[in-house]
């Protein structure tokens, strides 16, 4: 079982749609959690950062996040088509020393059709 | 503010030649530094990642190296290039402290031919 695991898409809605965004994972000591939103041949951009469970809002962007399940999401309303991009999950445990590593789901390509 | 700085945005080299990416990162000091590669439909590999001059920890045996000659700086380099090098390259930085998250630069499209 891969650590993370994200739906590749692509996934195509029309202009105003809800959009949900998911990844699960495996590993019980993930405690942060992100997302992040790639453009066509630019770096990928932090678009949500949450701490262990909840539900965090940001204007249009919902994230939450289901330890118990080990399921997170992204909610996107009134989509736009400037959303159509990229979005990769992203995780790490809470650990000490020098162990920074994330580990990224393999992202979601989401079209935004106006 | 803090802003990331990677360059060239793209680079056409042929096989067997030399590579020298740079990244710089400004308004912060002490910043974790990282490279990553991006290939499609694999996702994101980390490469390198350093905590401070001069301490590089690898974390793929590969054909590449990485040097932080200054605090702000992070540079990975190859004596010779192979195709299976192509790809894009993405540099990265958090602050110091497990909870900080990673901010990217804008990535090196690099094609090995």
């Known amino acids: 079982q891969k650590e993370v695991e994200q739906d590749p898409g692509p996934l195509s809605v029309p202009e105003g749609a809800i959009v949900s965004l998911n990844c699960t994972y495996s590993n019980s000591a993930f405690q942060y959690f992100m997302w992040y939103r790639q453009y066509s041949r630019k770096g990928p951009e932090l678009l949500m950062y949450t701490y262990s469970s909840g539900n965090k809002e940001d204007g249009r962007f919902t994230a939450q996040v289901d330890k118990s399940s080990k399921y997170i999401s992204l909610f996107i309303r009134d989509s736009q088509p400037s959303d159509s991009a990229t979005y990769l999950c992203?995780?790490?445990?809470?650990?000490?020393?020098?162990?920074?590593?994330?580990?990224f789901g393999k992202g979601t390509l989401l079209t935004v059709n106006p | 503010s803090q802003t990331i700085h990677q360059w060239p945005a793209t680079l056409v080299q042929p096989v067997g030649s030399p590579l020298s990416l740079e990244c710089t990162v400004e308004g912060t000091s002490n910043p974790n530094l990282y490279w990553y590669r991006q290939a499609a439909g694999r996702g994101l590999q980390l490469l390198f990642y350093?905590?401070?001059?001069?301490?590089i920890s690898s974390e793929v045996p590969q054909n590449l190296s990485a040097s932080r000659p200054q605090d702000r700086q992070f540079i990975l380099s190859s004596k010779k290039l192979l195709l299976s090098d192509s790809g894009f390259y993405l540099c990265?930085?958090?602050?110091?402290?497990?909870?900080?998250?990673?901010?990217f630069g804008n990535g090196t499209r690099l094609t090995v031919t």
């Open positions: 350093s905590v401070g001059i001069g301490q």
């Open positions: 992203a995780m790490r445990a809470n650990s000490g020393g020098s162990n920074y590593k994330l580990t």
């Open positions: 990265a930085f958090n602050q110091a402290g497990v909870g900080s998250p990673l901010h």
